[in-house]
């Protein structure tokens, strides 16, 4: 499947905040998005959605614009995992996960047994069938996060689109939320768009990065090339350091903001 935008425009009464967004997500790439506080990465997600709708320009899926796409089609190709901080639900993880067959089921429908196995068939794909029936209110934002992928695992989606996944959470979670966007890019060609504040982590699991800028401006392109220092200058009004390094036989970039500027 192929996702992409072309031209999408947006603002508020006259504030323009997304302008001539262009990009598109092939089978198993992951495109990060990256941009200061405010600049509307989360706006552009629900956009490219219709959760919002553009101003001008539009979102396709394979060629054919997503406003000629009946919504279950859509949403049994797309699937939303939203932030997890602040969440709370009086579900335990089975049961949330189970939600996730929505997009399956008829407005009145029950789940069957068959949406019970998808649901425990996605838990035991990302690890966390110890977690069935943990209270979600009572989870951290770890074990949480990986709940809302599995969730949206159920549908068996082309694409997975992530708002700030690993947001909050301590540096093993961040690696486990990590390493499960890029195992299934690459073990089951399942794309991913994934709204980050992290740059480092872009250059660790991204194949592009669209850059988006206070001044309305973006950048897109492979993200080994665009995330780079003089980009994030611009964008984050940082001075960083991109530094190449080895470590057991494996190759490795860290970001090190060093002044504002």
Same mark, same amino acid.
């Given at each position: ?44 997600? +629900?956009?490219?959605?219709?959760? !919002? ?5 539009? *979102?396709?899926?394979? &060629? @054919? =614009? ?105 540096? +093993?979670?961040?690696?486990?939320? !990590? ?5 299934? *890019?690459?073990?089951? &060609? @399942? =794309? ?70």
């Amino acid at each position: 499947m192929k996702f992409e935008v072309k031209n999408g425009c947006f603002g508020y009464k006259n504030t323009k905040i997304l302008r001539n967004i262009n990009f598109e997500v092939r089978d198993g790439e992951v495109l990060s998005v990256l941009g200061s506080n405010g600049v509307g990465k989360t706006t552009l997600l +629900k956009c490219m959605m219709g959760l !919002l709708k553009w101003e001008s320009g539009e *979102s396709l899926i394979d &060629g @054919i =614009s997503i406003k000629n796409i009946k919504s279950r089609d859509f949403w049994q190709k797309i699937a939303y995992v939203p932030q997890a901080k602040g969440s709370a639900f009086g579900y335990s993880a089975i049961d949330m996960v189970t939600l996730g067959r929505s997009a399956h089921l008829g407005t009145f429908s029950q789940p069957k047994a068959e949406d019970r196995d998808a649901a425990e068939r996605a838990m035991e794909d990302m690890g966390i069938t110890y977690l069935a029936d943990k209270l979600c209110t009572e989870m951290s934002g770890g074990e949480l996060q990986m709940v809302l992928i599995a969730r949206a695992l159920t549908i068996d989606p082309s694409m997975l689109v992530l708002d700030e996944p690993e947001s909050n959470l301590d540096f +093993k979670n961040q690696l486990i939320i !990590l390493e499960t966007i890029r195992k299934l *890019s690459k073990k089951r &060609g @399942i =794309s991913s768009i994934v709204n980050t504040h992290y740059p480092e982590h872009a250059l660790k699991i991204s194949d592009k990065a669209l850059i988006l800028n206070r001044d309305g401006t973006n950048i897109f392109g492979n993200a080994e090339d665009i995330v780079n220092e003089d980009n994030m200058k611009r964008s984050f009004s940082v001075q960083v350091f991109i530094d190449n390094f080895s470590y057991m036989g494996k190759e490795y970039k860290s970001v090190t903001p060093l002044y504002l500027v």
